[in-house]
């Protein structure tokens, strides 16, 4: 397998992509935007390891011009953690890929709030940002086919933090076949749920055919 890469984009979307500091206190509280699809009776952390597509989002470190993105994510249950790595395309043929860690929730009653930063060989910024899976969707068999999550990602840098607090509205799903107009209602629909607490201004959408435009960035 070879990739098309640039080291010089690579390191830019790097440093683009991960660089925040310590989340702000205007963060939603987690009560406040979960939804009964969360609920421990129902959501079980394990269902969230695998691969994600992240088909809509707002994440301010992302470049608009980094798209196609894959999770794969594992998770540690008895240990507390869980981590990935994003794989995303810049450009649409420079493939990068950036790994991230974070704790599971302490809470038994509040699985779906995790705690994440960027993560360097095996270990984790010291400041984690809340991550929080506020609503899950099953298929008949009762697995874990979409993930809706909303993180708080406080001021960007430069240091001393400048500028308002940032936040990164996701919906991560098991499949591409997404068209644009059916991602635009399930936002609309997740923003009604959530009564407008979330910021979902500046959302980008990957759907199959943005999908399909990166085909060629990984060549066989």
């Not at 599971?104 to 779906?112: K, N, T």
Request: hydrophobic share 35%; glycine share 4%; proline share 8%.
């Amino acid at each position: 397998m070879r990739f098309n890469t640039s080291p010089r984009l690579r390191l830019l979307c790097t440093l683009c992509i991960f660089e925040a500091v310590k989340a702000s206190e205007s963060c939603p509280d987690y009560g406040d935007i979960r939804q009964p699809s969360v609920d421990p009776t129902v959501f079980n952390i394990s269902d969230f390891a695998g691969t994600w597509y992240m088909v809509a989002t707002t994440e301010p470190t992302l470049p608009a011009f980094c798209t196609c993105t894959r999770n794969e994510v594992s998770v540690h249950l008895p240990e507390g953690w869980y981590a990935y790595t994003a794989h995303t395309v810049c450009e649409g043929k420079f493939p990068i890929s950036v790994p991230l860690k974070g704790k599971l929730s302490e809470d038994p009653r509040s699985p779906g709030l995790l705690h994440e930063n960027f993560g360097l060989f095996n270990h984790t910024m010291p400041s984690l940002d809340p991550n929080m899976i506020f609503e899950a969707r099953y298929d008949e068999q009762g697995r874990m086919q979409l993930a809706i999550t909303y993180a708080c990602l406080g001021r960007m840098l430069p240091l001393p933090p400048l500028g308002q607090p940032k936040f990164s509205f996701n919906i991560l799903s098991r499949t591409t076949a997404w068209t644009k107009k059916e991602l635009q209602d399930l936002v609309a629909n997740v923003t009604s749920a959530t009564r407008g607490l979330l910021d979902t201004s500046k959302i980008r959408f990957a759907d199959q055919a943005v999908y399909d435009s990166c085909s060629q960035a990984i060549i066989v």
